[in-house]
C-alpha cells in the first residue's frame, strides 16, 4: 500500500518550521554572562588567632543552618524566632515577591511556543420580500443565506537571535535575585529580634540592679535617720539620703517605658499586635558565643545580599542581549485550518476545509539613534550593577571585621569592667561603715554609692555590647544561608 504524500505546501511548512527552529537555537545576540571579580581578601585582619591575641570564651564550632539563634541557649528566644519566618509581614512582602518574579519567568517562557487560538461562528441573513411563511423566492424576490464556519490558527514568532532566551535568562535571575532577597528579609529580621531580645534582658537585669540599689538606698537613708535622731550628724545627711533614692526610683520606673518599646517591637517582628505578646521577665544568660570565621571569599557564597547583587548584574548582562536583538528583523509565522459550509452537517467534511500558511518579516531601517541608544542604556546598568555588586561585598567585608573588632575589645573590656565594679562594691561598703562610726561624712557615702551603681551599668552595658555584636556577626555571616539555597529556575 502506497503512503500518499503530502501536499506541497504541509511539506515546505515543515521544512521551514524545522529550519526556523535549528536557526533560533543556536544564535543568543549579546554578551555571554561572566561572572564578575569581587575585591580580594585573603584574610579577615580582626579574625580570632595567636597574631592578635584573642581567643573568645565562648567560641561556636558552627552554626546550626536555619536556627542559628540556639548558640545563646534560650527557650523563649528560640521560641520568638521560629515565628519570624511565618508571621513576619516583611518577609511574607518578600516572599509575595519572589513569587511575581518567578510568574514573570514563566509568562515569558510561554513565547518560546505558537500561540493556539480557536474560532467558530455561525450567521444566517436574509434580504429580498418572500412571503408571508418565509419561504426563500429563487426567481429573484428573497434569499436566505445561512454560514458556519469552524478554525484554528496558530501564530509563532521565532526566537532566531535570542531575544526570548535572554529575556528569559534576565527574569531567572531576577527570580533567583528574589530568592536571595527573601533570605535577607529573613535573616534581618531574625536579627533585629535577637537584638530586642538581648535589650529587653539586660532591661530585665537592670531593672534587679536598680530594685537591689533601691532597697540599699532605703537602708542607707534609715541610717542616716538613725544618726540624725542620735544628734550625730545634720538634717542635711537625711534630706540627701532622700534625694539620692527618689532619684534611683524614677530611673528604676523609666525603665519600664523602654522594656514595654522593646516588647512592642519584638511583637511587630513575629506578626501580631502588640496587645497580644507579654513576655515574662527573666535573668539575661550571659553566655556570648562567637561564630566560627572563614576567609572572606565565602561570603559571596553564605551572604543572601551578596548572591542577590550577583544575580542583578547576570540580569542586566541578559538585558543587553534583549536590545542588541532589536537590531534583528522581527518574523512571524502564521497559519490557520478550519471549515466553512452553508449547511451545518456539511461543515466537517472534507471539501469544507480551509487552510492559510503565512509568515511577515519586520525591521527598522532607521530610528536616529533609539536602539544605539538603549543598548548603550543597557550596558551602563550593566556597569552600574557590577558596581553595586563589589561594594555589596566591600560592605560585607567592613561589617565582619567591625564585629570581629567589637567582640574582641568588648571582651577585654568586660574583665576590666567586673573587676571596677568589684572594688567600688569595696569602696561602697567600707564607706557606709566608716559613716556610721563617724569618720567620714555623708557625701563619701554618695560617692561611693553612685561610682557602684555607675560601674554595675557599665558591665550590663558592655555585656549588651557583646551580644549584640555576637548577633550582628552571624548575620553578617549569612546566618548558615548559602548560594545553594537559590532555585535552580
Same mark, same amino acid.
Given at each position: 500500500m502506497t503512503t500518499p504524500r503530502r501536499p506541497l505546501h504541509a511539506r515546505f511548512a515543515s521544512v521551514s518550521l524545522a529550519a526556523l527552529v535549528l536557526v533560533s537555537a543556536g544564535c543568543s545576540v549579546g554578551p555571554n554572562y561572566v561572572r564578575p571579580s569581587a575585591p580580594p581578601s585573603p584574610a579577615f585582619k580582626e579574625a580570632p588567632s595567636a597574631a592578635?591575641?584573642?581567643?573568645?570564651?565562648?567560641?561556636?564550632d558552627a552554626i546550626q543552618k536555619g536556627?542559628?539563634?540556639?548558640?545563646?541557649? *534560650?527557650?523563649?528566644? *528560640?521560641?520568638?524566632?521560629?515565628?519570624?519566618?511565618?508571621?513576619?509581614?516583611?518577609?511574607?512582602?518578600a516572599e509575595a515577591a519572589y513569587r511575581q518574579a518567578r510568574a514573570l519567568t514563566t509568562v515569558d517562557r510561554a513565547a518560546f511556543f505558537p500561540t493556539v487560538t480557536a474560532t467558530g461562528s455561525a450567521q444566517r441573513s436574509h434580504s429580498g420580500g418572500g *412571503?408571508?411563511?418565509?419561504t426563500?423566492?429563487?426567481?429573484?424576490?428573497?434569499?436566505d443565506v445561512s454560514s458556519y464556519n469552524a478554525a484554528l490558527g496558530a501564530s509563532w514568532a521565532p526566537d532566531l537571535w535570542g531575544r526570548i532566551r535572554r529575556t528569559v535568562e534576565a527574569d531567572t535571575a531576577a527570580s533567583q535575585g528574589s530568592a536571595a532577597d527573601l533570605a535577607n528579609a529573613t535573616l534581618l529580621a531574625q536579627a533585629q529580634l535577637a537584638s530586642s531580645y538581648v535589650d529587653l534582658r539586660v532591661l530585665d537585669e537592670e531593672k534587679s540592679l536598680f530594685d537591689d540599689t533601691v532597697a540599699a538606698y532605703q537602708k542607707s537613708l534609715q541610717i542616716t535617720q538613725n544618726q540624725y535622731n542620735a544628734g550625730i550628724v545634720a538634717k542635711a545627711d537625711v534630706i540627701t539620703a532622700q534625694t539620692q533614692l527618689l532619684s534611683v526610683q524614677a530611673q528604676d520606673a523609666d525603665i519600664g517605658v523602654q522594656r514595654a518599646q522593646d516588647e512592642h517591637a519584638i511583637a511587630l517582628l513575629i506578626g501580631v499586635a502588640p496587645s497580644e505578646l507579654t513576655i515574662a521577665e527573666a535573668p539575661l544568660i550571659r553566655t556570648v558565643p562567637v561564630a566560627p570565621i572563614d576567609v572572606p571569599s565565602t561570603l559571596l557564597q553564605r551572604r543572601p545580599d551578596i548572591a542577590a547583587a550577583e544575580r542583578s548584574v547576570k540580569q542586566q548582562n541578559a538585558l543587553i542581549g534583549v536590545q542588541v536583538a532589536a537590531y534583528y528583523p522581527d518574523i512571524t509565522l502564521s497559519g490557520s485550518y478550519g471549515f466553512n459550509a452553508a449547511n451545518l452537517g456539511d461543515l466537517f467534511k472534507s471539501a469544507s476545509n480551509i487552510w492559510s500558511f503565512g509568515g511577515d518579516i519586520r525591521e527598522t531601517l532607521l530610528d536616529f539613534g533609539a536602539r544605539r541608544g538603549r543598548v548603550s542604556q543597557a550596558r551602563a546598568a550593566y556597569d552600574q550593577s557590577v558596581a553595586q555588586y563589589r561594594q555589596t561585598v566591600l560592605t560585607a567585608f567592613q561589617g565582619v571585621e567591625d564585629q570581629l573588632a567589637a567582640l574582641r575589645i568588648y571582651e577585654g573590656e568586660a574583665k576590666i569592667r567586673d573587676q571596677t565594679l568589684a572594688s567600688a562594691r569595696q569602696a561602697e561598703a567600707l564607706a557606709l561603715n566608716q559613716y556610721r562610726a563617724g569618720t567620714v561624712d555623708y557625701t563619701t557615702v554618695i560617692t561611693a554609692q553612685a561610682t557602684a551603681l555607675s560601674a554595675a551599668q557599665s558591665v550590663l552595658t558592655v555585656l549588651r555590647a557583646r551580644q549584640v555584636a555576637s548577633v550582628t556577626l552571624v548575620e553578617d555571616l549569612g546566618g548558615g544561608w548559602t548560594t545553594a539555597d537559590l532555585p535552580k529556575h
Open positions: 592578635n591575641g584573642w581567643v573568645p570564651a565562648q567560641p561556636m536556627v542559628w539563634w540556639s548558640m545563646f541557649g *534560650d527557650p523563649v528566644l *528560640d521560641g520568638l524566632e521560629k515565628r519570624v519566618s511565618v508571621n513576619n509581614q516583611n518577609v511574607i512582602a *412571503d408571508s411563511k418565509g426563500s423566492v429563487v426567481a429573484g424576490g428573497s434569499n
